[in-house]
């Protein structure tokens, strides 16, 4: 009889694709498991139960969070819902503004941030810029170009007649030109700038000068505004080497555009000098629709179907140079910002089954495009927002479905571990700042804004105290009718209804916490069983199991009999009240029977108790017949 002992010291491949149940030969299958529910992994390869979900506040419906940093001590929280725009600096919302943006239109913001401005767009909205002058006082207002970019749109062959040089004229175009969304929107005649008052029909409109035309005779030369209501606005922007870059529009998708060297809203080409704005198509043999564009080593642009690096440095009109890096494309459909990490750009794949990261390469001088979730590709299902948790490394990123999965990201230490989190309800948005990781939740029908928070370990939660002890607590009204978990003074005291927003708790409690269970689940892959004389099929036999833990109040393991609970306390008066301790070490389970099916986990750590748990390896005895 053989009997096998198996340490797995590290949990760094994080949960693996159920493709890969039959790969153990794979050092992934070694370091992954099969199952990992509620928790992060440690960058350090343990693992531990996610904080829970601070509640913050109801929102009106779908919401786009966005990270807006003044100063290191002067941080906020954008909330974009329908027409409204709600800034939050802590756990309160301070100022409140309307905007253009509907519902409709959140899955396609763009946006970059210059000191106390945020400038947004929309490739149907007219670009805004979102200025915080104080605390509580914040102004949205449109640009405003010193210098805006134009281009031509109709064919070479057709021209414009005005009716005079200065004044009220009307143009009169060879073939259709107008359209009824040209009022207001600058044309120029021989670089001379007219704006449309109104339009008569497809090829004539009356127009004011702005600058005194040359002549009344029929011209080719002449050009339009490229952003305007009638051709569209701009798809993604980003600052770089002191330029304002807008990446695409409506009507031009494939289009960049650079301003002039430290005046950002300056887009005159001028002649070509070396800080003067720059203009140039992508050109391929692709669709290249720019999606985003991100201020890295290089200039990198994000197309629908490739990936391209903008070199130059500095960048100038002469010496820049556009080369296409990768082909992976990014969706169409919606925009997800790319996220920095360590140097490498992490961006979504248009196929919505993966995520690359964007790394350069000193050895082949290019960048290359790594699929992060090659592994856990399961988990992965059209992204739609991400943030990166620069503090514990955790990207997280929310799915059209609802659900969020995280990765934490540790090159040096070779981590790249996949784990799904789960909550009652769905995910819908997801923002990063100072530390502090925002949601957005849809419970129940409602939107709410959540945080993670480690002093809580429920989802939705409140928190209060009374020095003197209380058994009524209120302020519950975003559970009301709900079945919560409620904790107090740090000791679990099971489950009750919300009934009126309020709850009743004996013996009295000092601390509270009342929330929604979400229950955390570790399940690792089948087991390897090779031998001396080669690999075995079954039966085994599970002897023991040994869990090291770090800072652990409570462990259920199933062994194949069913749940236990570890005790990690003595009972005592009083004793089930108090705050359990907090265990670190080892425990031992031992197992009993045979197992035939091998294909089958050996055990499995599930729980939807409040209390810590980090794991930090696991080691399995096993017993083969033969």
């Known amino acids: 009889m053989n009997q096998l002992r198996r340490i797995k010291t590290s949990f760094a491949a994080g949960e693996l694709s159920p493709e890969l149940i039959g790969r153990s030969d794979l050092r992934a299958y070694e370091n992954g498991a099969g199952r990992l529910s509620n928790v992060f992994i440690l960058p350090t390869g343990g693992l531990c139960r996610r904080p829970g979900l601070r509640h913050l506040g109801m929102l009106p419906g779908r919401a786009r969070l966005i990270a807006f940093e003044f100063s290191t001590e002067q941080t906020y929280l954008l909330v974009l819902t329908d027409r409204r725009l709600g800034v939050w600096r802590g756990d309160a919302e301070i100022a409140v503004m309307t905007t253009p943006w509907t519902e409709a239109h959140l899955s396609n913001l763009s946006w970059t941030q210059s000191a106390d401005t945020l400038l947004v767009v929309h490739p149907d909205v007219a670009p805004q810029r979102i200025t915080r002058t104080s605390h509580t006082a914040w102004l949205i207002t449109p640009w405003t170009f010193r210098a805006e970019p134009f281009f031509r749109f109709a064919p070479e062959t057709v021209t414009l007649t005005p009716s005079d040089t200065v004044g009220s004229i009307t143009v009169t175009a060879s073939a259709p030109v107008f359209l009824p969304a040209h009022v207001g929107v600058t044309f120029r005649i021989g670089k001379k700038r007219v704006r449309i008052d109104w339009v008569g029909s497809a090829t004539s409109a009356s127009a004011t000068v702005l600058e005194p035309l040359s002549g009344t005779a029929p011209t080719t030369d002449w050009d339009e505004a490229a952003f ?52 140039f198509a992508l050109v391929s043999d692709q669709v290249n629709a720019i999606r985003a564009v991100f201020s890295g080593r290089h200039l990198q642009v994000f197309t629908s179907g490739a990936e391209w690096m903008v070199s130059g440095d500095p960048l100038t009109p002469a010496n820049i140079q556009l080369n296409r890096q990768t082909r992976i494309g990014s969706p169409v459909d919606r925009t997800v910002p790319p996220v920095d990490v360590d140097g490498a750009t992490i961006f979504v794949a248009r196929s919505g ?125 975003h559970l009301d009718g709900r079945e919560v978990t409620i904790v ?66 409570a462990l259920s393991v199933d062994l194949g009999r069913g749940l236990i ?11 089930l009240d108090a705050e359990p301790p907090r265990f670190t070490g080892d425990r031992t389970i031992r197992a009993l029977g045979w197992r035939r099916d091998v294909a089958s986990p050996l055990w499995r750590i599930e729980s939807d108790v409040p209390l810590p748990m980090t794991l930090l390896s696991v080691t399995t005895e096993i017993r083969l017949n033969g």
């Open 228 to 279: 305007s209501p009638a051709r569209g606005w701009p798809v993604s922007l980003c600052f770089h080497q002191d330029r304002l870059v807008i990446g695409g529009s409506r009507d031009l998708p494939n289009r960049l555009w650079l301003s002039r060297t430290g005046d950002l809203f300056n887009f005159d080409l001028g002649t070509g000098l070396d800080d003067e704005a720059i203009e």
């Open 353 to 477: 089954r993966s995520v690359h990261e964007f790394a350069y390469t000193d050895v082949e001088q290019a960048y290359q495009a790594a699929d992060l979730a090659v592994l856990a590709r399961h988990l992965v299902r059209d992204p739609i927002s991400m943030a990166y948790d620069q503090t514990r490394r955790l990207l997280h990123i929310v799915m059209a479905d609802g659900s969020l999965a995280t990765l934490t990201l540790y090159r040096a230490e070779q981590v790249t571990a996949w784990t799904r989190q789960v909550t009652q309800g769905a995910f819908r948005s997801v923002s990063e700042i100072d530390g502090t990781v925002y949601v957005v939740t849809e419970r129940f029908g409602t939107h709410r804004l959540e945080c993670f928070d480690d002093s809580v370990l429920t989802d939705a939660a409140v928190t209060g105290e009374n020095p003197a002890g209380a058994t009524v607590w209120s302020g519950l009204g």
């Open 488 to 553: 107090g003074d740090g000791a679990p005291r099971g489950r009750d209804t919300v009934i009126g927003g309020r709850i009743e708790t004996y013996p009295p409690a000092r601390r509270l916490e009342v929330g929604l269970a979400y229950t955390h689940v570790v399940e690792p892959l089948p087991p390897e069983l090779l031998t001396p004389v080669g690999a075995r099929t079954g039966p085994v036999r599970l002897v023991a199991v040994t869990f090291r833990l770090l800072e652990t109040a």
């Open 565 to 575: 609970a570890l005790p990690f306390r003595r009972l005592g008066p009083g004793v």
